[in-house]
């Protein structure tokens, strides 16, 4: 499974970005992570694709909103009432099993990072 991600890109803090993961292939899950410099890889949010179940990291929920689209194989996120500390590079990930959601290795398919840079 190919994923390609796309949407980053520089916002004033307080405002709003979304991102987007089209995958090649069916999944069972995908999620979104994100790494800011000097700093390890954290889970930001996943959605189930059968039922569009979603979980939050504690630090995104209430601001960001993840979504998925079947017939598009798409995911989204929606990040409103961004904040300097949301800055990172965004990777999406995606897996055909069961992950742990917050685990990135548990995914098997990555895409490449998009960049959110959130000035203040």
């Known amino acids: 499974v190919q994923l390609q991600a796309s949407g980053g890109g520089l916002v004033q803090a307080g405002g709003s970005l979304r991102l987007s993961c089209s995958a090649s292939?069916?999944?069972?899950?995908m999620g979104w992570f994100r790494q800011a410099p000097g700093k390890e890889r954290e889970f930001a949010a996943r959605?189930?694709?059968?039922?569009?179940?979603?979980l939050y990291a504690n630090s995104v929920k209430g601001r960001f909103t993840i979504s998925r689209d079947r017939a598009k194989n798409t995911m989204y996120l929606e990040m409103n009432s961004l904040k300097p500390e949301d800055t990172a590079v965004y990777y999406c990930a995606a897996s055909r099993r069961t992950p742990i959601a917050s685990m990135a290795g548990t995914y098997e398919y990555w895409g490449q990072g998009t960049l959110v840079t959130v000035s203040s």
């Open positions: 292939d069916g999944v069972n899950v």
């Open positions: 959605v189930r694709w059968i039922d569009a179940n979603t």
